[in-house]
């Protein structure tokens, strides 16, 4: 990949080793770490129509010739983050779109860290935790599918349901209790809900895929695994139903899980932001906080009839076609982004 040092320069740190070498805007490099990376290819297209390059980290450091001014946009921070700011370059976008049970360390010290930054996109819950010195946008987890593209399988010929989730124990008794005295007693890890779902579907028409669970012994997962996907869309298409939880609960948490789902035209069982219907319609999903028991879920569930259900893929494909969805979008996200960035090249002319 080429570098235009003609245009403007700005340093895009994702904080994943294997997508230096700008590697992290070939969408073949990025699909291969995660299909939630492809926005950054987007914006990576959109900034070169305006005049900007964006280049890692790595390549930076390399650059024979360093331009005065040069932002940085810094997912989470890296090894490299406080190197960049050392050598001058502008610490302008902060990004975090990982739960505080993966990335602690970073909502730890989130005050301290986004003190630097002048612009930080976070989830909702996030903002009391924020520097004074930090302009807040409300963090939408960007999705990089094509409205245009969006199909159902009918529903006759779809199975019952699903879950596609890494086994990642991350409940840890000191991080439950730092977080909720910092952002609430509200705050919660769910994967013990993902065994419950696993315990009591198993069996039952279930189907349990992704990387982690080859190696456990609980009968449960046994029964119900099937192994990894290569696609996750096309695995989710097939299925009525899949679970759609969280890695937490915490207040406006909303990532890839449900679009994954809705995109495939898969009715979501959600578990995760308290507030998700700030920000999905609530007739688009179902909300397994709606019912008190596993069998009381799985009666509703197989009960539904093809009207009902076809009522439910209606509303999904509406809801995607609406200016609701767009703030999901990467066209949105690489809006916010070059805004920002172009008043922040106009204000070092």
């Known amino acids: 990949m080429s570098i235009d040092t003609n245009k403007k320069i700005v340093v895009f740190d994702a904080g994943i080793p294997q997508l230096l070498n700008n ?19 987007y914006l990576y297209q959109e ?4 005049g900007i390059q964006l280049v890692t980290p790595d390549i930076f450091f390399a650059l024979p010739n360093k331009p005065a001014h040069v932002p940085l946009i810094s997912n989470l921070t890296s090894e490299y983050t406080q190197r960049l700011i050392d050598a001058g370059v502008e610490p302008t976008i902060l990004a975090c779109g990982e739960s505080p049970f993966i990335a602690t360390r970073f909502y730890v010290g989130l005050k301290r860290i986004s003190a630097a930054f002048a612009h930080s996109f976070v989830f909702k819950g996030m903002r009391k935790r924020l520097s004074k010195k930090t302009v807040y946008h409300q963090m939408f987890f960007s999705q990089s599918f094509d409205v245009a593209s969006f199909a159902s399988l009918p529903f006759g010929q779809k199975k019952f349901i699903t879950m596609i989730s890494g086994n990642k124990r991350v409940d840890n008794w000191k991080k439950n209790i730092v977080l909720k005295l910092m952002y609430g007693s509200g705050v919660a890890e769910i994967y013990g809900k993902r065994l419950s779902v ?15 669970w080859e190696t456990s012994m609980r009968p449960s997962v046994v029964a119900a695994y099937r192994g990894t996907v290569e696609d996750k869309g096309e695995t989710l298409a097939q299925y009525k139903f899949a679970f759609c939880l969280e890695n937490s609960i915490f207040e406006g948490n909303v990532t890839e899980k449900i679009f994954d789902a809705l995109f495939a035209g ?43 259900y076809s009522g439910y893929i209606e509303r999904i494909q509406a809801f995607l076609r609406s200016e609701q969805y767009k703030r999901f979008s990467q066209e949105q ?17």
Request: glycine share 6%; proline share 5%; aromatic share 14%.
């Open 198 to 212: 696993i315990d009591h579907f198993s069996g039952k028409g279930f189907d349990l895929y992704g990387f982690g």
């Open 23 to 41: 590697n992290v805007f070939d969408p073949v490099a990025a699909k291969a770490v995660s299909h939630t990376i492809l926005p950054a290819c």
């Open 266 to 308: 898969c009715v979501p069982v959600y578990l995760g932001a308290p507030d998700i219907a700030d920000y999905v319609p609530k007739d688009i999903f179902i909300d397994m906080r709606d019912f008190a028991s596993y069998d009381a879920l799985e009666t509703f569930l197989r009960a539904m009839d093809e009207k009902t």
């Open 333 to 349: 996200y690489a809006n916010d982004m070059l805004a920002i960035l172009e008043k922040s090249f106009n204000n070092h002319v």
């Open 47 to 50: 900034a070169l129509k305006r």
